[in-house]
């Protein structure tokens, strides 16, 4: 594994330790977790989307198309995933929801951007961002939606849960890109600190809310580890000898394969907090998913370079 990959992972689990930490020693309160979620969600995460969909690169638009025509794929082929999977491994009917994120929402950000650069270079970052316009589209809308199927709100519809903070920044950002503004200098470099706030803190929430928690329960908890394997082996093998046979171009193949073989995403903790979903069991899945991918991640870029 590439030293630049193995260092991000180790940066990802120390600080999720430290949020435990300062949870076990009392330095934060665990009532406090809400709080920074919320900050999170209304504040951190939106900046970190502007921020992220702000720049304009000279690309040609036959590619942006073609990177959104895979995306629309990818997407697709997940949340066929997400349906069926729960089903398959007998989830638990209620934490379905969760599972259905979790099968989607991977962390792109913190560890799929640091191995795209790795295996194709910077240059591919772009293409990665436009990957991400429809994540942030689904995972405050349809992602929502799966989450508050768990929770006393189930069946209910109600559009103010899909009019977010998360979705208005993703359309702004989207009305940015297709135009080509460009924000303020002063204006960006507000918003990408305050972004740049949200993978740390993310994590942090994500470890405090393991407090509590014997971590040797967590390996007695299958499901968890199975579901894992499949969504870090199985559905990513799956999605890429299905993209090989429709001649799908290398370098874009290579960014969907690694988008779609992510562990759980630091986000199903936040927005498990945000709408009062199951908080302990999205911190023990990203904590398991987190942990697993130093072994899954040599089998994805072994699998990239066999097929493309």
């Known amino acids: 594994m590439d030293l630049d990959i193995l260092l991000k992972l180790v940066e990802l689990f120390v600080l999720m330790f430290l949020g435990y930490f300062l949870i076990s020693m009392k330095t934060i309160h665990k009532d406090a977790l809400k709080h920074f979620s919320n900050f999170i969600f209304y504040v951190t ?11 304009s690169v000279n690309i040609a638009t036959q590619d942006i198309i073609m990177v959104l025509l895979i995306a629309v794929v990818l997407y697709g082929f997940l ?4 349906l069926l999977l729960p089903k398959i491994l007998k989830v638990d009917k209620n934490y379905t929801g969760l599972y259905r994120y979790m099968a ?3 962390n792109v950000g913190f560890v799929g951007y640091p191995v795209i650069v790795a295996v194709l270079g910077k240059e591919a970052l772009f293409y990665a961002a436009i990957f991400n316009i429809p994540f942030n589209l689904l995972a405050y809308s349809v992602g929502i939606y799966f ?3 768990d929770t006393k709100k189930k069946g209910e519809f109600n559009a103010k849960k899909f009019l977010n903070p998360g979705i208005v920044a993703t359309l702004i950002g989207l009305i940015l890109f297709v135009f080509g503004i460009n924000i303020p200098g002063t204006i960006l470099n507000i918003t990408s600190s305050v972004g740049n706030i949200t993978t740390p803190l993310s994590l942090i929430v994500v470890g405090g809310s393991l407090y509590g928690v ?8 299958h499901i968890i580890f199975v579901y894992s394997f499949v969504k870090l082996f199985l559905v990513p093998t799956i999605f890429a000898f299905v993209i090989s046979l429709i001649g799908v171009r290398s370098d874009i193949a290579s960014i969907a394969i690694i988008i779609v ?3 759980m995403g630091a986000n199903t ?40």
């Open 45 to 55: 995460m939106p900046a970190l989307i502007l921020s992220s969909m702000s720049g």
């Open 79 to 82: 949340i066929g995933m997400a």
């Open 104 to 106: 989607i929402f991977g």
């Open 147 to 149: 989450i508050t199927m």
């Open 214 to 221: 014997k971590i040797n329960m967590i390996f007695k908890k």
């Open 261 to 263: 073989a992510m562990p």
């Open 269 to 308: 903790v936040i927005l498990s907090q945000e709408y009062d979903g199951h908080v302990l069991e999205a911190s023990e899945a990203v904590f398991v998913s987190t942990l697993l991918i130093v072994i899954s991640l040599p089998y994805i870029i072994f699998l990239i370079n066999t097929l493309f």
